[in-house]
């Protein structure tokens, strides 16, 4: 009697397991959830790329800061020569005696054209 209750109780068990297994994997199979779990994964290889990218252009930026200092060193360029001198004379001169749009045209005070959107034409 105790054989078969125990035999009994494991085919239940073995039959819950499998039941919520198959179950489980439905769900997954589903096209919600394959869309969810593909869009996880773009977002995870954005990310990754963004990283990397990210790493690649401080790596550049690094090497290019360094390689400067280097070519600055065999030159002899200094690294601040500071601010240069104002000019001194302007480099446009810009001596207009009558504004370049006056303050009332003329060609807009004498127009016979309509701005009202509404009407026929």
């Not at 198959?22 to 199979?29: A, M, S």
């Not at 601040?80 to 000019?87: E, F, H, K, S, V």
């Amino acid at each position: 009697m105790f054989r078969r209750t125990f035999w009994f109780g494991t085919g239940v068990a073995a039959g819950v397991w499998a039941t919520t297994k198959v179950n489980r994997k439905l769900k997954q199979l589903t096209p919600e959830s394959l869309a969810a779990s593909a869009a996880n994964k773009a977002l995870e290889t954005g990310t990754r790329i963004k990283d990397r990218a990210v790493g690649f252009a401080l790596d550049v930026r690094d090497n290019m800061a360094r390689r400067e200092a280097e070519l600055a060193d065999a030159l002899g360029i200094q690294e601040d020569p500071g601010l240069p001198a104002p000019r001194r004379f302007a480099a446009i001169e810009n001596n207009r005696s009558t504004p370049k749009y006056p303050k009332s045209p003329e060609h807009i005070e004498n127009t016979t054209y309509s701005y009202n959107r509404n009407e026929d034409h």
